[in-house]
T-cell receptor
Framework: SAVISQKPSRDICQRGTSLTIQCQVDSQVTMMFWYRQQPGQSLTLIATANQGSEATYESGFVIDKFPISRPNLTFSTLTVSNMSPEDSSIYLC???????????FGEGSRLTVL | GENVEQHPSTLSVQEGDSAVIKCTYSDSASNYFPWYKQELGKRPQLIIDIRSNVGEKKDQRIAVTLNKTAKHFSLHITETQPEDSAVYFCAVLMDSNYQLIWGAGTKLIIKP
């Protein structure tokens, strides 16, 4: 499986601030995704991070709130902007293995907004 | 679009017994069906998957069966152990955009 490093692993933030989460993969991958997981819930796809172009956002998620960068095939960032307590969640980076299509996850970033 | 339903939401079994979790989907064109295990506070881990060209796949105590005609697939865990306690998610890959659609999850509790 791919080695995916995600940081920070957790953070406590103040309302109105922004936080950037980083995701580093040990090999080049075409497709990277960002998910959100509320406590006790399933995974919700925020967006697909496209290398060299704008991310593709799912319904309910917008670029102004969740800007994403994908400067190369091994790295991506997700920013949670102007945070509110409703943004408290676990944010997960995931990559799709090009040959097999299997999806692997980073360790997640647990965000608490006060 | 694709819809994935997963049952039960909670499953409690005696240690050593078998556990079965079922998922149904709506898009008959889907061809890839993974299962993930998520322990408390950890990331989801891929434990087994199946593609539409086979009906069953087994890996030690874990097996997955697929019925493409009925559009359902199931996870089977035999000889359950305490470390099997976790939340299990099924997922279905949409051929149209290569995205996974997730089930709601099943909390599996293994009673000693």
């Amino acid at each position: 499986s791919a080695v995916i490093s995600q940081k920070p692993s957790r953070d406590i933030c103040q309302r109105g601030t922004s936080l950037t989460i980083q995701c580093q993969v040990d090999s080049q991958v075409t497709m990277m995704f960002w998910y959100r997981q509320q406590p006790g819930q399933s995974l919700t796809l925020i967006a697909t991070a496209n290398q060299g172009s704008e991310a593709t956002y799912e319904s309910g998620f917008v670029i102004d709130k969740f800007p994403i960068s994908r400067p190369n095939l091994t790295f991506s960032t997700l920013t949670v902007s102007n945070m509110s307590p409703e943004d408290s969640s676990i944010y997960l980076c995931s990559v799709k293995r090009d040959l097999t299509g299997e999806l692997f996850f980073g360790e997640g970033s647990r965000l608490t907004v006060l | 679009g694709e819809n994935v339903e997963q049952h039960p939401s909670t499953l409690s079994v005696q240690e050593g017994d078998s556990a079965v979790i079922k998922c149904t989907y709506s898009d008959s064109a889907s061809n890839y069906f993974p299962w993930y295990k998520q322990e408390l506070g950890k990331r989801p881990q891929l434990i087994i998957d199946i593609r539409s060209n086979v009906g069953e796949k087994k890996d030690q105590r874990i097996a997955v069966t697929l019925n493409k005609t009925a559009k359902h697939f199931s996870l089977h865990i035999t000889e359950t152990q305490p470390e099997d306690s976790a939340v299990y998610f099924c997922a279905v890959l949409m051929d149209s955009n290569y995205q996974l659609i997730w089930g709601a999850g099943t909390k599996l509790i293994i009673k000693p």
